[in-house]
């Protein structure tokens, strides 16, 4: 018992020696605390965290993926969990969409073990939203980025967006800058915030379909020839579905070599390479390209602010069960033989 207790009380300070003192957050919501579980579910952080270093000794995409559905989970109706809910064939959900950008099964698996091993832990009190947010935070730092403090206590959400809400809270990877801000401006983030969280693209891959209109039917002049060269070697025609890295600096590491490629015109996407053609980002993708603590400290305050986009707090939503899936509550109790029909009146 004394030596558990110390091993804790050890390994806590480990864990926050690594955060940085002088790293500035955005304000904080109503409702969200970053001591939110130290009572009711105190090694919560560390239980995630410890599921997560193990999982990605074994496959580190697994850290993209989980980074990605939080991005998606947050821009579509807040950061509420509402993208890991699974649709039906009538009612399909965020993660059934189009732009669902092939989020990865193996993250949203993921997020259900960890929400298991927590309820195990200690009761169902942790929820989907805030698991995605402290996922999120470890795959950025265990691929070597910055480590940083998540205020916690959002809420899971009863229902998923629409298929027009996802598509609508979404750029697409073609958009250029002045589409990019109109979406990132809606949820009040900023230029800035577009730069610096554009660069989660430091990890990852994306398919062909994802960049193909730089390819076909002509290549984008402001792509670099001889990555195109390669490009094309991947993706030989616009309907292939080969993959290929995000970041050919450095594919796995969370560092600051996006904005170097984006300076090489080896940018993936229209969305990313334009941020060094448009006169109001270029300035800043120079900046984090030469300066790799100034793209942290700038990451850790854009996804803090990102992470409280519309959250729900205090007696809002629920904190559900099972990751994939809204509580059956009492009130559709009387439906209870029909699964099916309980699940849609639920949502
Ligand atoms: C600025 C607008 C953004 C656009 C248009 C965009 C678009 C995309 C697209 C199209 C893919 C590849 C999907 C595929 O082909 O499989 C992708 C992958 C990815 N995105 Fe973004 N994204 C954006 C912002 C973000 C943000 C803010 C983050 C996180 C901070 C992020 C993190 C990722 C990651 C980690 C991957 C790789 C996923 C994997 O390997 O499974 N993206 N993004
Ligand atoms: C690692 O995970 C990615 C994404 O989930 C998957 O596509 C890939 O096949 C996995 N690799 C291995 C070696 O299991
Ligand atoms: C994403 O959407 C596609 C197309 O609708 C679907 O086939 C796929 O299963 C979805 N992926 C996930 C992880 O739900
Ligand atoms: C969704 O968007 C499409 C095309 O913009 C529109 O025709 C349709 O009415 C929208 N559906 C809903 C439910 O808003
Ligand atoms: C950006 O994209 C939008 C939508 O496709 C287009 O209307 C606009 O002209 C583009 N702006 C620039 C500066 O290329
Ligand atoms: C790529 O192919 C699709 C059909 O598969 C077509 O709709 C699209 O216009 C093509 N894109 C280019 C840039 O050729
Ligand atoms: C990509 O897919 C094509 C088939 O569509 C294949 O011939 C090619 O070898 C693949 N390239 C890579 C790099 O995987
Ligand atoms: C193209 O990429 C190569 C390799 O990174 C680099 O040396 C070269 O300067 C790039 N060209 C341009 C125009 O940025
Ligand atoms: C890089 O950015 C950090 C963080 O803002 C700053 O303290 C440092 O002075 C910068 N380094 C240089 C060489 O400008
Ligand atoms: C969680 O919910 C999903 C979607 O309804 C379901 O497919 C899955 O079996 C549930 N998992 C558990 C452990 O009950």
Redesign the pocket.
Known sequence: MASSLILVLVSSLAFFSTISEAQTYPPIVDGLSFNFYECICPHAEFIIRNFLSTAFKSNI?LA??L??IH?HDCFVQGCDGSVLLDGTASDPSEKDQLPN??L?PAAFKAINDIKALLDQACGQVVSCADIAALAARDSVYLSGGPNYKVPLGRRDSLTFASRNATLAGL???T?NVTT?LEVFNKINLDTTD?VT??G??T?????C??FNNRLFPSQDPTMNKSFAKNLYLTCPTNTTVNTTV?DIRSPNAFDNKYYVDLMNREGL?T?DQDMYTDSRTKPTVTSFAINQSLFFENFVYS?VKMGQVSVLTGDQGEIRANCSAPNPTTKFLWSVVDGEEREKLAY
Do not use: D, E, V
């Open positions: 995409s993209a993926g980074l990605r991005f950008l092939t990865q750029p697409a990877p958009s990019l577009l969280l554009s989660g693209h990890i990852g891959r994306a398919h379909s994802s995000n996407f969305s996804i």
